[in-house]
């Protein structure tokens, strides 16, 4: 590897520190931000991190799936379409993970979706509303 590429890694890496909060750094700054936002609320954190990481790692296994076939060649067969059933369950658990650990009714979500999204778009999907958004839509 070049100096000049090199430099240039060591440069961003400095900056990338510079621009990264205490919490992400610090162990002791992460244990008052989790202590925080336990004692502060009545969110159950680690139910949340649970499901944060879960529902990330979780839905970059379905995208994977999809990403092979439609850009890959794989084919969309009975077995990969079970595969996909497979992470989609375990999507909603992590999902009803989240909903848990923030002490929300997953009904009551899936409600408030639709109501964002009828809101939005009313009877039919348009680019134009999908874009350019009210404020407060988010």
């Known amino acids: 590897m070049s100096n000049e590429v090199k430099d240039f890694f060591s440069t961003y890496s400095d900056f990338v520190t510079k621009v990264t909060s205490e919490p992400s750094l610090e162990m002791d700054a992460l244990k008052n931000s989790l202590d925080d936002i336990n004692n502060n609320s009545s969110i159950e954190v680690p139910r949340l991190l649970t499901a944060a990481l879960g529902l990330g790692s979780e839905t970059g296994e379905f ?4 990403k092979k076939m439609v850009l890959q060649g794989k084919p969309a067969s ?22 848990a650990s923030l002490g929300l009714d997953p009904f009551e979500v899936i409600s408030e979706n639709q109501k964002k999204l009828e809101a939005r778009y009313g009877e039919k999907f348009e680019v134009e509303r999908s874009e350019v958004r009210k404020e407060g839509d988010l």
């Open 78 to 99: 009975d077995d990969n379409i079970f595969h996909m059933k497979r992470e989609l369950g375990d999507i909603m658990w992590y999902w009803t993970t989240a909903c």
């Open 63 to 66: 995208v994977e799936i999809v």
